[in-house]
């Protein structure tokens, strides 16, 4: 079997999750993991797939025919996950006032300290009690044993209070 990676976009409208499905089934691959969203107007997402060996061209050819409906799909084969044993698992949550460069300061942290990002999930919301856009920002983080995760909330804490939002660990 073979992992292949695919990105898709387009033109957000009914019937697409099942158009890239029956794509998919009907070559011989099987839907594994996925996460999809409707963003400024467009239909976004990322999944992968497995596939018999033998199989696989034939599916790439089929995703990339896929773009004269409409859907542009980007295909990248993968070895398949792999999981590090020599680190810990923890989420960011962060909260706070939109502003630009949210993402870079706290990105540039994670990188200094060889941290990899497994997930980011972001979001503006409506303040509970105004009507203020909120950056709201959940990640899942590998960190590698060796990094004192004092170190790291102390890090944090240090751009937080600058960029005047709430980051917690868990």
Do not use: C, Y
């Not at 409707?38 to 199989?55: C, M, N, T």
């Not at 084969?77 to 949550?93: C, F, K, V, W, Y």
């Not at 706290?106 to 009507?131: D, P």
Request: proline share 4%.
């Amino acid at each position: 079997m073979t992992s292949l990676v695919l990105t898709v976009i387009a033109p957000d409208k009914p019937g697409l999750v099942e158009l890239l499905s029956q794509t998919i089934a009907t070559n011989g691959g099987n839907w594994l993991e996925s996460s999809m969203s409707r963003l400024a107007g467009k239909f976004a997402g990322i999944l992968i797939v497995s596939v018999p060996e033998a199989l696989a061209d034939s599916l790439i050819e089929a995703l990339q025919q896929l773009e004269a409906q409409g859907l542009r799909v980007i295909t990248a084969r993968s070895p398949g996950h792999q999981t590090a044993t020599d680190s810990n698992h923890i989420t960011l949550e962060l909260i706070g006032h939109d502003k630009p460069g949210i993402v870079r300061e706290i990105s540039q942290v994670l990188s200094r300290l060889n941290i990899n990002v497994e997930r980011l999930s972001t979001e503006l919301v409506s303040g509970s009690m105004s009507a203020e856009e909120l950056f709201k920002a959940e990640a899942d983080l590998t960190v590698p044993i060796g990094v004192d995760l004092d170190d790291l909330q102390q890090s944090l804490e240090a751009i937080a209070n600058d960029l005047m939002v709430d980051i917690t660990l868990n």
